[in-house]
């Protein structure tokens, strides 16, 4: 049974530039995580989504930031323009339902230079 | 609004000794309490849960946690360590019920096994 899958699993890209992110969750899911962690800050929840509405986007740092269920299994988190303090690894998780253990995927390594 | 302490940011220990990673939680209501760990360049895998009943949880890798609600704790166990154990723990939480929605991480804490 496929887990949590994410691609890129890195990127490094110019400050300015556009990123995208890709999350595709484990099939029956219906609750979707997307999560940054830095040294700093540790792991921090940037938007949660259930059955495809996203829920709470309170920890998105910045208009710069958005995040898009286009389907019941797919996610994508969009950072337009990128800065360099936006390097972290961004994981996404999946669960069935929003208090139910949350299965990671191995996230993706972000270095904005 | 809830939070996790995880007192220490390190904890070497040698092979086949006992470790317990301590973690702390506050929270005004209800919660459910899970230890996740993460190797090297790996996303997070769940350890173990409490979500209700016993409160001696036993999860894989041969790990095990105590939920104590008077002191509002969650401590991981394992009475025996093995090299391979070496990585990253968190501690977390979320409510049972309302609230932000997610888990609340603490800031990890790094078993190191030594030979």
């Known amino acids: 049974d496929a887990g949590v899958i994410q691609s890129p699993r890195h990127e490094v890209t110019e400050m300015g530039q556009e990123v995208t992110l890709r999350c595709k969750l484990i099939?029956?899911?219906?609750?979707l995580f997307w999560y940054r962690q830095t040294m700093m800050r540790g792991l921090e929840l940037l938007i949660y989504f259930n059955n495809n509405v996203p829920i709470d986007d309170s920890g998105m740092p910045e208009d710069r930031f958005s995040a898009k269920m286009p389907n019941a299994s797919f996610s994508t988190l969009k950072i337009q323009p990128s800065e360099p303090r936006d390097s972290a690894v961004y994981f996404c998780?999946?669960?069935?339902?929003?208090?139910?253990?949350?299965?990671f995927g191995d996230g993706t390594r972000l270095s904005i230079l | 609004a809830q939070s996790v302490t995880q007192l220490d940011s390190q904890v070497p220990v040698f092979e086949e000794a006992p470790v317990e990673l301590r973690c702390n939680y506050s929270?005004?209501?209800?919660?459910?309490l899970f230890w996740y760990v993460q190797y090297p360049n790996q996303g997070l895998q769940l350890l173990l849960k409490?979500?209700?009943?016993?409160?001696l949880v036993k999860g894989i890798n041969g790990f095990e946690a105590e939920f104590n609600k008077s002191q509002t704790s969650f401590h991981l166990r394992k009475p025996s360590v093995h090299i391979s154990d070496t990585a990253e723990y968190f501690c977390a939480v979320i409510q049972r019920q309302g609230g932000a929605d997610g888990l609340t991480f603490g800031k990890g804490t790094h078993l190191i096994i030594q030979p």
């Open positions: 998780a999946s669960s069935f339902g929003r208090n139910q253990p949350q299965h």
């Open positions: 929270s005004s209501v209800s919660v459910y």
């Open positions: 099939s029956g899911h219906n609750s």
């Open positions: 409490y979500l209700s009943g016993s409160t």
